[in-house]
Each structure stands twice: as structure tokens, then as C-alpha cells.
């Protein structure tokens, strides 16, 4: 399970931003007929690295559903697929230059 914060700006009209695997196709991938079927499938699962890995890889390989509404309920429905996320090299932090830049101004 992953969950995500995202800070942006400037200040946008954004209430809902949401996405999940396509449930249709995820229980179709997973061999499944229907719900019932899928979530007794999941629940007597043995959960290992290899069958961790191989759910990761079909959630990769399916659409993913994609919400996002305004706050005047205006909704935008999108598919997409989850893409490779590669790491980020960390970087030295540079004392005080942040905090320095966000001050107000002492005195008249």
C-alpha cells in the first residue's frame, strides 16, 4: 500500500485526486471471475517476495483509473499505467539558506 502527499503551487481548484487499478481487468489478470471469487483468491493467498513481485508487476502492467475533481465537483476520469519511478540522488543540505530566504524583514 502506498500513500502519497502532494504539495504544489501555485494554489489550484483541486479536491480530488485519486487513482486505482482497474478492477474489471485487475480480476481478470488475477484469473478471477468474479469479486467474490477475486477477494477469496486474495484473502487465502500466501503472500511471499515471489508472488509480492508478480502482483506488483501485474498492477504495473494494467490501466490504472484516474479521478480528479475541482471544488465545483467538475470530475475528469483518465486510464494510465504506473510508471518505473527511478531514485533520486540525494543531495547535501545547505544550512540556513531556506530559512534565511523565507524571514520578513526586521524593523521599519
Known sequence: MCLAFL?????????????????TTLMTE??????ATWLSMMS??????TSINQYQQTLKRI?????????????SNNTGLI????AIPSAPCVSGRATRSLSLP???
Do not use: E, H, I, R
Open 7 to 23: 504539495f504544489y503551487y501555485p494554489v489550484m481548484n483541486l479536491s480530488v485526486c485519486a487513482s486505482l487499478p482497474n478492477p
Open 30 to 35: 488475477m484469473g478471477a471471475k468474479d469479486p
Open 44 to 49: 487465502s493467498k500466501t503472500w511471499n517476495d
Open 63 to 75: 490501466d490504472q483509473l484516474v479521478m480528479v475533481m475541482d471544488s465545483d465537483n467538475n470530475l
Open 83 to 86: 510508471p518505473d519511478l527511478k
Open 106 to 108: 526586521s524593523g521599519p
